[in-house]
């Protein structure tokens, strides 16, 4: 085996591929309901990322863009309205915020935040809605991958019998939509531009329609699934992670929102575009905090790769190694990206760092992502796109949906509101009225939460409190 935090390795296993690929045999966990794009190689691997990619592109941005501020400032008014402006846990609202935005996306369907899946109709046929059957999936993967489906629904117990209420209505949602498809399946293989459902659903089509061999239904199922799973996980994380910091960052928070007041001005959400306004976001201060976030809290910390064939890689150092076919490699994305070879960390005094368990919350620097910036220790500036979203031919084919969905989030967000933690009466009793020092204590608490308190499960998060406030801005 090769385990390796060495970016110049990495950069090196990622561009190697095919002759570099994903060790498939560790990965058929994610065959819910048959292959998919992540545990397929060959020309299987093609056509299945054939019909995935499909669906990506333009007009899927121009959607997701849109469709993410609709969402983003009805869940900032629903903050306001119906928590008392107080978020406990963020990433529980940030994971639905994604799931929102992808149903939109994915499925032409949208679910309003005072959807809360109990009180509205079902559907025909169904016990819960898919806002509610898919996070309870989600939730419950390490149960559904250990537990054979055919004993979950007999199992005692309020997990197996949750896990197994999920799985089952989202394989009656998957298939109903997958078969809406299908009934107008030659209107939409004329289409020009097809959403990712129909992409994905058109791979499953007989031949004579598609003019390729069909995926299997099951991988159709499969690949339906993979692709929520991984726009709702990774995107709602991020900015889980992205809220979080901007509260305990003020300072970075109103730069940021200086460059938005800068960019958009006093124009309405629906005059800003895609064209004009989200490059000139991605690539300043917006972009600057995307980049840091996704490199010091990567939601893929560990990737396996396998070589299936004699290959050379050289290190940071010009170093070469001869990798025997069949080893199987580790890339530690979370060492890379602490790599001192490469990583310009911020000066912290010992006795400070040792007290919040050195957690990468206080490293936080977006600026070292600007033009301009001395980035001489940082040897690759691109290692947070390709380290985060992967690189070569295993190159996510979600990464621009991803960045306009990220941008448009937080462009909505942050124009309008601030963000601040919430600090507790007892810690303002404790620092005798001090109200500078109870805001440190709150703030170093929260960072220190932000490396104690991280939980995996497809990706990492912080699901405990770290409460945050939603405030108006009044400019």
């Given amino acids: 085996m090769l385990w390796s935090s060495d970016n110049a390795i990495i950069h090196d296993l990622f561009r190697q591929h095919p002759q570099v690929d994903a060790p498939v045999e560790f990965l058929k966990f994610w065959n819910v309901w048959g292959p998919t794009l992540a545990s397929v190689q060959g020309n299987e691997w093609k056509a299945h990322r054939r019909a995935v990619t499909a669906g990506f592109g333009p007009v899927i941005n121009r959607t997701v863009w849109e469709e993410t501020q609709h969402q983003t400032e009805t869940l900032a008014t629903h903050w306001i309205e119906k928590h008392g402006a107080v978020i406990p846990v963020v990433r529980y609202w940030t994971s639905r915020l994604a799931l929102h935005i992808i149903s939109s996306g994915f499925f032409g369907m949208r679910i309003e935040w005072d959807d809360d899946g109990t009180t509205k109709p079902l559907p025909p046929g169904h016990q819960i809605t898919l806002d509610v059957a ?7 993967l390490s149960i559904f991958f250990m537990v054979p489906t055919a004993l979950l629904g007999r199992l005692p117990g309020k997990k197996f019998k949750d896990t197994y209420q999920s799985f089952t209505e989202t394989t009656k949602y998957l298939e ?29 089509a007989d031949t004579e329609v598609t003019g390729k061999d069909p995926l299997p239904k099951e991988s159709v199922l499969g690949n339906i699934f993979f692709s929520l799973l991984a726009g709702h996980e990774t995107t709602g994380g991020t900015l889980g992670f992205i809220f979080l910091l901007m509260a305990i960052y003020p300072e970075y928070q109103q730069r940021m929102q200086k460059e938005l007041d800068d960019q958009l001005g006093g124009r309405p959400m629906n005059e800003w575009t895609l064209e004009k306004d989200y490059p000139a976001l991605e690539q300043g201060y917006v972009g600057a905090i995307q980049k840091e976030v996704l490199y010091v809290f990567n939601p893929a910390s560990f990737i396996m790769r396998k070589a299936l064939r004699p290959v050379t890689l050289v290190d940071s150092h010009g170093r070469s190694y001869q990798i025997p076919e069949n080893t199987l490699t580790l890339i530690n994305n979370a060492g890379a990206a602490r790599n001192p070879s490469n990583w310009d960390k911020p000066k912290v005094p010992p006795e400070r760092s040792a007290a919040l368990s050195d957690s990468p919350a206080l490293y936080i620097n977006p600026n070292r992502w ?8 940082s040897k690759n500036p691109d290692i947070a796109s390709w380290t985060a979203f992967g690189a070569g031919g295993r190159l996510c084919p979600g990464k621009g949906f991803a960045q306009v969905e990220l941008t448009s989030a937080m462009a909505t967000l942050f124009k309008f509101h601030s963000l601040e933690l919430v600090v507790e009466d007892k810690t303002k009793h404790e620092c005798n009225g001090n109200e500078k020092l109870a805001w440190e204590r709150t703030r170093d608490k929260a960072i220190k939460m932000m490396y104690d308190d991280i939980e995996a499960n497809i990706t990492i998060g912080i699901h405990k409190d770290i409460p ?4 108006k801005r009044t400019n």
């Fill in 370 to 377: 600007l033009d301009g910036y001395d980035n001489s220790k």
């Fill in 134 to 140: 898919l996070p309870k999936l989600i939730e419950c």
């Fill in 176 to 204: 109903e939509f997958r078969a809406g498809v299908l009934n107008n399946i030659e209107a939409v293989a004329a289409k020009g531009n097809k959403t990712i459902l129909e992409s994905v659903v058109l791979s499953g």
């Fill in 468 to 471: 945050i406030r939603i405030v």
